[in-house]
Nanobody, 126 residues
Framework: EVQLVESGGDLVQAGGSLRLSCAVSGFGYDDCAIGWFRQAPGKEREGVSCISMSDGSTAYADSVKGRFTISSDNAKNTVYLQMNSLKPEDTAVYYC???????????????????WGQGTQVTVAS
């Protein structure tokens, strides 16, 4: 069974940076993608960024383009989300998720993902 554990959430001032980590275990193939999602109180879960473990291709939500960077360390089975120039509207619980798909194409749609981590809180103070 695939398991994902997020870490790195914290309270940070606007303009600051955080790096989230997603440790993934229980899989041994490349036909997958890892996505980062967030959910603020009273709002739907939204896709932030995703990476294909097959070809390394990435995608970002328009709201984070140029500020967030997704990367992976395959040796450590860990996916990172570097978040710079944080804004109060980035405040949310951040989740990573696993998508098994032949060819490893990634997606920013929460409904496409098969396994989820427990989430980590990011709070950006103004």
């Amino acid at each position: 069974e695939v398991q994902l554990v997020e870490s790195g959430g914290d309270l940070v001032q606007a303009g600051g940076s955080l790096r989230l980590s997603c440790a993934v275990s229980g899989f041994g193939y490349d036909d997958c993608a890892i996505g980062w999602f967030r959910q603020a109180p009273g709002k739907e879960r939204e896709g932030v960024s995703c990476i294909s473990m097959s070809d390394g291709s990435t995608a970002y939500a328009d709201s984070v383009k140029g500020r967030f960077t997704i990367s992976s360390d395959n040796a450590k089975n860990t996916v990172y989300l570097q978040m710079n120039s944080l804004k109060p509207e980035d405040t949310a619980v951040y989740y990573c998720a696993f998508l098994f798909r032949l060819g490893g194409a990634s997606s920013l749609l929460p409904g496409d993902y098969d396994y989820w981590g427990q989430g980590t809180q990011v709070t950006v103070a103004s």
